[in-house]
């Protein structure tokens, strides 16, 4: 159980947490053992094994919130238009999302932990779950949804770690729904942010002076 949590590399991580199911196949922990892949899986960003430990995580707790956001926000992330199951993958992911809220607001707080502290941190989580949902809504098309999602997941984020992908993915809902102010506001704040690396290309620069030139007078 030691190794598993220990090991920094993921390939180690997995053989560990494998070795302990193999031993200890009924142990109350073995929970903490698929977590431990689904966490390594995703560093490896092996979607398939990622996705087969969150489900059966919740196999053992159907209500598991850091496993129902995860999976919740790598389906849409991992679904094409062209996939045969896109529907069900995108409802499946919706219903993650919106189990993780309901449990969110069932979480007692922690003895001994600030009231104020309690709040963010359950804002926090609130605020993946909504970015989930918006990736969804986004997938869908329905680019109303897609900004009242991630305008309330930018609301809700803790002020002590905002998210740059967060905000250039607000800046897009915008920019669909011809927010263009709004919009490049977003990507401003992306970019203050650190921005977002894809490749040698910061996509939320990129797109901050793409839409600058699509609105500038002519």
């Not at 993780?100 to 104020?116: C, R, S, T, W, Y």
């Amino acid at each position: 159980y030691q190794r598993f949590w220990a090991a920094s590399d993921a390939g180690e991580k997995i053989k560990n947490a494998e070795e302990f199911l193999k031993v200890y196949p009924q142990s109350e922990l073995k929970i903490y053992a698929f977590q431990a892949e689904m966490q390594a899986y995703q560093a490896k960003n092996d979607f398939a094994r990622m996705r087969d430990c969150g489900e059966r995580i919740l196999e053992i707790d159907p209500n598991d919130i850091p496993t129902l956001i995860t999976l919740a926000t790598a389906l849409p992330e991992r679904t094409q238009d062209t996939d045969l199951d896109k529907d069900q993958k995108r409802a499946a992911a919706e219903s993650y999302a919106k189990r993780a809220l309901e449990q969110i607001d069932k979480l007692p707080k922690p003895v001994g932990l600030d009231a104020a502290q309690w709040a963010e941190r359950l804002n926090d989580t609130r605020s993946q779950a909504h970015y989930a949902l918006a990736l969804v809504a986004l997938q869908r098309k329905s680019y109303p949804q897609t900004l009242d999602e991630m305008t309330l997941a930018a609301k809700l984020e803790s002020p002590s770690q905002p998210d740059p992908i967060l905000y250039w993915r607000l800046g897009l809902a915008n920019e669909l729904n011809k927010k263009y102010d709004e919009a490049l506001k977003a990507y401003e704040r992306s970019v203050s942010l650190g921005g977002v690396k894809i490749g040698d290309k910061d996509q939320a620069v990129h797109d901050r002076d793409r839409l600058k030139r699509l609105v500038a007078p002519k």
